[in-house]
């Protein structure tokens, strides 16, 4: 093998890498951005059931162009849930 199809071949690799990286940190700065949005729902949910914890007030969840009414400890528990997801997920990276 010829010192140019070396370097040819080492080129490619590395531009492969760069590449593989490069979706690496897009896929995980996605991830940390749906951990900020669902955390700050969170946030939002513990506000709204310290400051008013014998108001009943209700949730809904925009579904296409659609506001659905949604059970409130659904949808804590939905949260809750990707909250956690996200962290394991988010410790593959």
């Known amino acids: ?4 199809s070396k370097l040819r071949s080492a080129t490619l690799s590395y531009q492969q890498s760069r590449a593989d990286l490069a979706n690496l940190i897009s896929d995980r700065e ?12 969170k946030n939002e949910f513990d506000q709204i059931s310290s400051s008013a914890p014998k108001v ?8 296409g162009n659609m506001l659905i009414k949604q059970d409130t400890e659904e949808s804590k528990s939905n949260v809750n849930r990707r909250i956690e997801f996200l962290k394991n997920e988010e410790s593959v990276f």
């Open 1 to 4: 093998m010829s010192a140019e």
């Open 30 to 41: 996605k991830l940390q951005v749906q951990m900020n949005e669902n955390l700050s729902v």
């Open 56 to 63: 009943d007030f209700q949730i809904y969840k925009l579904i």
